[in-house]
């Protein structure tokens, strides 16, 4: 039996539909970032914004509250990148990235050759007892190293301790309008409890499809750089539909989960500079062409952001702000050939985003750019 194919922009519906972009969630911010699997977070504020687009009513203290409490956490797992998980997902999905930061150790040019011959297990018990004692910053890490190991290298040996422990970034890192230098301490310390002993990567590819399907076997892999997905799907096949996009590549998904028709609308969205729904794919023409993609990183506009219309990646926006100025002004990019309808739109959303962004500034304003 030949299956459905679906389209690019029945592609792009579904996977808007997932991510809570085509029509924002009354739903707590604690569910929504469980049903994401996380958000990317290496700018500390990302996922505020990231957050907002997706909420009905969201309010930056409600995130900041969750980080304060520890039911979420800032931590590196995907792609060995800084993502804003919930505490019980971060015991997870820690252990199941380990190959990931193992072949990041391996492969560093300067980290990789000193840490040759070293044993790790005396640093990493001593490290670990100091940070679960006080979180650390690198600079203190690397001191308290220096001191304990004068015959190693000590950035070397921090370097390890960041990829062979499950250091969590605390608070006041990441806290609405504040900004603080990374301090770290281990998630086992952190939360209370031991990371997952043998965690299920079938479950999280499952969660995956519900967040961001349907999917190839490629995407899964580019959303977390791990490899030997074709075995996990395969063992999954009996509990997942098959289509074929336009390609003729097959795609997986969950049975039930949301495909909508592809004339749904999808209302204008503004994105923070990294979000996981633009990065979570191998193939992302069904967010944006190649083309398209290349003219809005050309140039050295300070982009923050992303902007989508109509599904698809139509813009950048940057926050113009000048130290001492009473007006806190946003500028969208665009790629020029939006209709005065859409125009309308995304500055009516920008509107509202310069206001969340900068809430202390006395004016806000507006300003749509058409790119050459």
Same mark, same amino acid.
């Given at each position: 039996m030949t299956a459905d194919v679906l389209t690019a922009r029945a592609l792009n519906r579904a996977t808007l539909a997932r991510q809570l972009?085509?029509?924002?969630?009354?739903?707590?911010?604690l569910d929504v970032i469980g049903h994401l699997v996380g958000m990317q977070a290496q700018e500390p504020h990302n996922p505020y914004l990231a957050l907002w687009s997706r909420l009905d009513g969201f309010r930056p203290e409600e995130l900041s509250q969750l980080l304060i409490d520890r039911e979420v956490v800032r931590?590196?797992?995907?792609r060995g990148t800084v993502h804003l998980v919930t505490a019980d997902d971060c015991l997870v999905l820690r252990p199941l990235v380990q190959p990931v930061l193992d072949k990041e150790i391996a492969r560093h040019p300067e980290y990789s050759p000193a840490l040759v011959g070293v044993d790790l297990a005396p640093v990493l018990a001593f490290v670990r007892e100091l940070v679960a004692d006080r979180p650390h910053s690198g600079r203190q890490l690397r001191a308290a190293l220096a001191d304990r190991f004068p015959e190693h290298h000590a950035p070397a040996l921090a370097y390890a301790c960041r990829n062979f422990l499950a250091f969590v970034q605390v608070p006041p890192r990441g806290l609405w309008g504040r900004s603080a230098q990374v301090s770290s301490t281990t998630a086992e310390a952190w939360l209370g409890r031991p990371l997952a002993v043998d965690p299920s990567i079938?479950?999280?590819?499952?969660?995956?499809?519900?967040?961001?399907?349907?999917a190839t076997v490629a995407d899964v892999a580019?959303?977390?750089?791990?490899?030997?997905?074709r075995e996990v799907v395969e063992r999954l096949r009996p509990r997942?539909?098959?289509?074929?996009?336009?390609?003729?590549?097959? *795609?997986?998904? *969950?049975?039930?989960?949301?495909?909508?028709?592809?004339?749904?609308?999808?209302?204008?969205?503004?994105?923070?500079e990294y979000d996981?729904? *633009?990065?979570?794919?191998?193939?992302?023409?069904?967010?944006?062409?190649?083309?398209?993609?290349?003219? *809005?990183?050309?140039?050295?506009?300070p982009v923050k952001g992303t902007v989508l219309h109509d599904g698809t990646t139509v813009a950048t926006w940057w926050l113009d702000r000048p130290k001492g100025s009473p007006t806190a002004t946003i500028v969208v990019d665009h790629l020029g050939g939006l209709t005065a309808q859409a125009l309308a739109e995304v500055?009516?959303?920008?509107?509202?985003?310069?206001?969340?962004?900068?809430?202390?500034?006395?004016a806000h304003d507006v300003r749509l750019v058409a790119l050459d």
């Open positions: 972009l085509l029509e924002r969630t009354a739903r707590p911010a931590i590196v797992v995907m079938d479950d999280v590819v499952l969660r995956y499809l519900g967040a961001f399907g349907p580019a959303w977390s750089r791990l490899t030997g997905f997942l539909r098959t289509f074929r996009d336009e390609r003729g590549r097959e *795609l997986f998904d *969950l049975p039930e989960a949301p495909r909508p028709d592809p004339d749904t609308p999808a209302p204008a969205r503004f994105l923070p996981n729904v *633009l990065l979570s794919h191998a193939d992302r023409t069904r967010f944006a062409s190649d083309e398209d993609r290349r003219r *809005l990183s050309a140039g050295e506009r500055g009516s959303e920008a509107a509202e985003v310069v206001r969340f962004q900068a809430g202390d500034a006395e």
